[in-house]
Every structure is written in C-alpha cells, then in structure tokens.
C-alpha cells in the first residue's frame, strides 16, 4: 500500500479542482454560457506563457509561485471583468464571442512560443496538464485558493448570481488549468454539472462529487496503471461514468431554472 502513496497529492488535487468545479458548473449551466471555460482556461494559458517567457525571467519573480500566477490571473480577471460587461448587452451573442477569444489566444500563446525549442512541450503540457506527477508544494496554494473562494460564496451566496462570479472564476480557473490542464479542467466542470443538471440542491452537489470522486480516482488508476497520459485518462473516465449515470439522473428532477 505504501508504494502507492505517491499518488496521494495528485488525488487530492483532482479532488480540489472537483470541489471548485461542481460549484462552478452549476452557473455555467444556468447562464448557457459553456465555452467560457475553455477560454478562461486558454486565456489563462496565455498568461502561462507571459510568465513563463517574460515574468519568470525577471530577477524579482524568478523561480517564484506567485510569479507563474501573475501571468494568467491578470489576464484571466481581464477577460471575465470583459465578459461580465458584455453578458447583458450582448447576451444572444455571448457564446460566439467567448469562442472567439478562445481561438484569439490560443493563437496567441502558439505564435509566443514558436521560436521556442522546446514550446510545442510547453504547449502539450497546458493542454494535458501534469496532474500524475504534482507533489504536496502544489497541494497547499490549490487547497487555499479553492477554500478561499468557497468561504467567498458561503459568506456571500448572491454574489454567484452576480457579477461576482466570473471574479470567482477568474481566481479558480488559472491555478486549477496549471495542474490539470485546459482538457480535463472543461470535463470536471461540465460532465459531472450535465450529467446531474435536472437535480437541485445538496442533491445536485452530493451526486456531481460522487461521480466526479469515481471518474478521477478510476482515471488516476488507469493512468499509474498503464502509464498513459493523467488528463486524457480522467476525461476518458469521468465521461463513460457521466454517460453510464446520465439515463438515470436526467429524469429525477425538473430542470435548473436561471
């Protein structure tokens, strides 16, 4: 058994980002608004590589924390405070223009890195993330900032039904697509949300966590197993467990009302 402790804090991490996801999700759903994922997690991959090329080369951020985060937290506020002014006045054509920033900085963060050896590593690494291999040093700051945000919405509920979400978003977002990755930070907020969109309440949460817990824990398995890639692993997992529940759950409950 204590061969396997190693897989102790990427466990917990997945479980982490789950947290911040399920809570997430649930508005996401409600303001029909599902690609903002994608892109925040792109545009905060762009911020990845500002510091990583820019920031992080600097004698005041080098081999810093918080200098890797600077990065994709400004710009990740700057485009959720983007979107926040938009979703009213533009809200029929919300979706198409936050798949538009998608593409915008995903283009971005190639062209950055394309004179860079070793970018296409880079790159490869954002998208699938590195969640097998983080150690207790990337539990601690995910564990604060996740708490942190989650105390922000139990002192303040309203504020999800605000503009203050996508503040919290823009908090989330960056450091959970650090360890993660931009693929398996979009299933952990959509899959289990959709899988158990028609519940409501601690039922909504409780069974979206369960399914989360399953798919993460089965794909980190699967991963350590067979050495394959964590990421791809758990969407793989966390989607034939979504699939094989959706049947079940789509027709307890009436709808998710705005």
Not at 144 to 160: C, D, E, Q, R, S
Not at 241 to 248: A, D, N, V, W
Request: a neutral charge; glycine letters at 8%.
């Amino acid at each position: 058994m204590s061969h396997y402790t190693w897989l102790l804090p990427p466990v917990i991490c997945g479980l982490l980002a789950l947290l911040g996801n399920v809570v997430l999700g649930q508005q996401v759903l409600r303001r029909n608004i599902i690609f903002i994922d994608l892109a925040v997690a792109q545009v905060a991959a762009l911020g990845a590589v500002i510091s990583e090329y820019w920031i992080g080369s600097s004698h005041l951020f080098r081999d810093s924390w918080f200098g890797q985060m600077l990065g994709p937290w400004v710009l990740s506020l700057i485009f959720c405070g983007c979107i926040a002014l938009m979703e009213k006045r533009y809200h029929k054509h919300l979706e198409p223009l936050i798949g538009s920033f998608f593409v915008v900085s995903a283009s971005l963060a190639i062209i950055a890195v394309s004179q860079d050896p070793h970018g296409a590593d880079f790159i490869q690494t954002i998208l699938n993330g590195q969640l097998l291999w983080v150690g207790w040093n990337d539990v601690w700051p995910l564990a604060a900032v996740t708490f942190m945000m989650l105390g922000l919405i139990v002192k303040f509920p309203a504020m999800m039904a605000g503009k203050g979400f996508y503040f919290v978003f823009a908090i989330l977002m960056p450091i959970t697509v650090k360890l993660t990755g931009i693929y398996l930070e979009f299933a952990l907020l959509v899959i289990p949300a959709l899988c158990v969109a028609n519940l409501n309440g601690k039922a909504f949460f409780l069974t979206s966590l369960t399914l989360g817990i399953f798919g993460i824990v089965t794909g980190l398995a699967v991963s350590a197993g067979f050495d394959l890639p964590s990421g791809a692993s758990i969407v793989l997992t966390l989607f034939v467990t979504g699939m094989c529940f959706y049947p079940f759950f789509s027709a307890q409950a009436k709808p998710l009302r705005a």
